[in-house]
């Protein structure tokens, strides 16, 4: 099973940006498809962001798209989230996880690996 830890997140103004990290353990990371999801308090986890195994394929919600940016380097099993022009309401904890499914999954159920969050929190 691979262990999944994210870093990066942290407090920063509207307009600004953060990248944050998912680091795998295990030789297996480029057999995974990968999504970010987030959660604010009281809402259900959504949809951020999906990327294939090879990196080529993306997905973003709508609310994401044109500001964040998914990428993967399998070399150093790592999944990344750049984001950009940030704000309040992209404020949650943020999650990744892995899917064996070979599209781009944008359901909670399809991924079945899961980190232990990081917490964005963007100031007005």
């Known amino acids: 099973q691979v262990q999944l830890v994210e870093s990066g997140g942290g407090l920063v103004q509207a307009g600004g940006s953060l990248r944050l990290s998912c680091a795998a353990s295990?030789?297996?990371?480029?057999?995974?498809?990968m999504g970010w999801f987030r959660q604010a308090p009281g809402m259900e986890r959504e949809f951020v962001a999906a990327?294939?195994?090879?990196?080529?394929?993306?997905n973003y919600a709508d609310s994401v798209k044109g500001r964040f940016t998914i990428s993967r380097d399998n070399a150093k099993n790592t999944l990344y989230l750049q984001m950009n022009s940030l704000k309040p309401e992209d404020t949650a904890v943020y999650y990744c996880?892995?899917?064996?499914?070979?599209?781009?999954?944008?359901?909670?159920?399809?991924?079945?690996?899961w980190g232990q969050g990081t917490q964005v929190t963007v100031s007005s």
């Open positions: 996880a892995t899917t064996r499914n070979s599209y781009l999954a944008t359901t909670y159920a399809a991924y079945d690996n």
């Open positions: 295990g030789r297996t990371f480029s057999t995974y498809g």
């Open positions: 990327i294939s195994r090879s990196g080529i394929g993306r």
